[in-house]
Structure formats: structure tokens, C-alpha cells
């Protein structure tokens, strides 16, 4: 199938290896080839591409930094939209900024961090789009008192399915809005978002406490949440001595000028052995995890995630019986465990989370060999299995990992949103185009 546009000369690529590249995600594991790639200069790109691909029924797919893991941003000979081509973002004003989709976390913190401000919650890796988390959710460690980053949207403008540019907003177009703020892409292509700031110190002072078992760590996990000076936590589970589990706390407080553990830390029942504290630029502090990552490398490797949002009341029992049944070696060499406590207070979005005002990310990310022919299907089979559990307990799936889900299970899953979402659906994107990868329709 060929792609040919006048009005997008030089704004489409189909040479192989953009191809190829956009065919690939952060899970090598599903390799979908698209006809072609759109690295749109402006706006209007998108809206021509859109109105074209909507003519012939082409499916689209927009691409933020591809890192879901299944597929996600992929389209087999259609359309792949790389956003990071609209990168721009606006001044701060107002106690908020425009930045355009494709944009990252981390440009976007390198612009307003010097400024004083920052969003209320940073993803906790900062190289992902804005548009592509949006999509999703977006966690980050200061969910546990600010919910998921769909809360902290102004505004967006978006691109419908049928080439539509239109902004919307809690009261302009409000069904548009809560369907694309994660919606999967399944409405329409963000193309600028207005998100809300709120100031931030120069500061920050990271703490990481150490434990040996379970108990202890979900007792300081939740005795934290409550603690006014914590402004980011999650936990981390990591392979401990034969076969045992060790669990980590990442806690952080902002401060100008002085800071002391003391208030922060009292009655915590972590051993003072086992913390260890450093304090860093704000900036600095909010791209750790980058650095760690990109440290480590191991890019080729092949990645089945496990994402399930649990309720509050069941987390401690649902990742004891996970754990049980985890071994180190299922992480492989780029695994990892996480646990972020999240606020449930909003609900005017598409993302899903469970029927209580605490509930949890848990996530089981594994990795493997591209040797090993085991390795995929055991893990998607054990990714689904988790899901099931969560799923019969109140949980949700988090999309962004590899889980295989049905049309009745995404039906399931927006239980009483569902029909709102389907209308959206037919209203904006009534060729059905857009982000077939997510293969909720
Ligand atoms: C190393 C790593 C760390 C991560 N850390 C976190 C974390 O801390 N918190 C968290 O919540 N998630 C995290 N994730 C998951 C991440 O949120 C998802 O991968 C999400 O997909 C965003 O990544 P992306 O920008 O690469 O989007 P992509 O993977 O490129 O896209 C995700 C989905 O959104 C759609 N999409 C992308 N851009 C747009 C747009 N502009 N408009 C409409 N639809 C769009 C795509 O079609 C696709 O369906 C992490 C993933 C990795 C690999």
C-alpha cells in the first residue's frame, strides 16, 4: 500500500530503516511494519495526514518515544505519526504552559524547573512523551498525593480521526476531552496540551530506605503517604539472597534553603542502617532515573510487562502471592519491580482505576533473551494470569504494558464508561483508524 500526498512532500518517510525503527517498540516483541512515517513539521501535517488516512481508511497511529511494550504505537501498513517532531513548548504563564505532544517530560521540566514550577506529577522516568502518557495515565512518585497526570490537564488540542483540529477542555467539548486523556489514542492525536504548574523548590532531598521484609515496608509506605513533607514515594522490590525479596523506599522532599530528616523519618521502621539519603538540584533529582536506565543499556532485549492498578485494601496480599511465585531470574538482566501508591480522586478520564480513594501500580517488568523461544509466551501467559487476578479483586489494567486483552475485556474493563466511550469513539474516529495496535476495537 503506498502513501501519497502532494501537500506532505517532504514531511513523509518510507525509507526502510524509518520504517523498520517505527515497526519496533521498548518490548521488542511485537514488530509491526507501517507503509509509512509522518515527521510532521507543523500542525497542519497531522490534520492533512488525518484527513487522508480517514478518506481511505488508512490506520494511524501516533508514536511519542515509543516505550509501551506490545505494540501500542505500532500500525501494520498504515500510518506511523512520529510526534517527536513537535517538540515546542510555550512560555509559563498563568501557573500553566502549552507544550506540544511529542514534547518529553524532561524538556519540559528543563523549561520550567529553573522557573520555580513544575507539574504536579513527573512520570518516574522523564524521556516519555506528553502526548504518549496522556494517553496512557501517566504515575509518576507524587501520584500518591496527586493522582495520575490526567488529572493536571488544562486543556488539549487534539486531531479527530476525521482530521479535526479541536481544543477541548473540562468545559469545551468535555465528552472529547475525558475520552483522549487515557483514551489509548483511540480519539484523536494530541497535538498540544495545556498542563497545570504549581511551584517547586531548587531542592530536593532523596531518601532511600532499605528493608528486609514486606511488613515493615508497606507499613512506612502508607505511614509516609500521610506525611505533609513527602512530596514523591514509590516502592521497589528487588531479588534478595536465596530466593528471598528486599524492598526499597524512594522518598523525597523539596526544600530552599535547610531541610531535616528528622520530622520526615520519626517512628518509620526502616533500620537506620539500611537508608541512605542525598540531596540534589530538583532537576537533577527527577531525570535519576533516566541516567540509571540509559546506564544500563540492554535496549535489544525483549520486555513482557505485568501493569495492574490494585485496590489499596488488597496490595499487600496480591504482590506477597506475585512474589511467591517470581523468581530472579524471570526479571532477567532489566527487570524490575515497582510499587507506586496512588490517589484516586478524580474520575472525569478514560483512564480506569479501582473503585477506591487508594489504590496501587504494581508492576512485575521482565526481561529476557532474544535466544530464548520460551521466554515471550510464558511471560504473556503469566502476564495474563495477573491480570486476571487483579481483575477478579477490583483491579485494572495499566495499558501501557504487554498484557493481551479481548474486545469483551476492554468492554469489562470501562464497565460503566464503556458506551459513553464507544460514542466518542464513532463520533471522532467514525473510520475506526486510529491506534489499532492497542486492539481494544
Ligand atoms: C523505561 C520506561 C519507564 C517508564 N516509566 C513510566 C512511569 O514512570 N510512569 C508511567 O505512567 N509510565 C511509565 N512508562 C510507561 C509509559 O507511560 C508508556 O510507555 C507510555 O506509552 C508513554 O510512552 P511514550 O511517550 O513512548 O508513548 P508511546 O509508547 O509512543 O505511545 C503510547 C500510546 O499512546 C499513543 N500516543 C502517543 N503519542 C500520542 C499523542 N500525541 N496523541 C495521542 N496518542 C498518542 C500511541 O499510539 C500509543 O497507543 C515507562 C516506560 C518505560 C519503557
Redesign the pocket.
Known sequence: MTISLSELEGVLVTDEATLTGCAR??GRVVHRMPSAVLRPAAVRDVVQALRFCCDHGLPV?????????AG??QVAGGLV?D?ST?QGIGPVQDGSVRVQ??A?WRQVLSRTVPLGWWPPVV???A??????????????AASFRHG??VDHVVALQ?VTGEGELRTCSPSEHPELFSA?LG???QY????EATLALTPVAPRARYHLLGYDDADAFFADLWTLTTRDRVDGLYGQILPGPEGSWSYLLHAVEFFSSTSSDSALLAGLRSAPAARTVMDLDTLAFATV?DEQ?EALGLTHLP?V?R?VFLPGSCIETFVADALAELTAEELGPAGFVLV?PIRNAARSHALRLPEEERVA?FDI?TSGSPEDPDYVPTQLDKARAMYERARALGGTL????STPLTTEDWRTHYGSSYQALRTAKEHYDPANI??P??EIS
Not at 127 to 140: C, E, R
Not at 188 to 191: D, M, P, S
Not at 398 to 401: A, D, E, L, T
Open positions: 517498540d521498548y497511529a501516533a508514536r511519542g518515544q515509543g516505550h509501551s511494550t501500542q504505537a505519526i510526534m513537535l505532544g511529542g518529553t512520570t518516574g522516568y524521556g516519555l512523551s506528553v502526548g504518549g502518557t496522556l494517553s496512557m495515565g501517566g504515575i509518576g495520575p497526570q487534539v483522549v483514551g489509548v489514542g484523536g492525536v494530541i497535538v532515573v536506565l520486555r510487562w501493569d507506586f501500580l517488568c495499566y495499558p501501557i504494558g486510529l491506534t495496535g492497542a
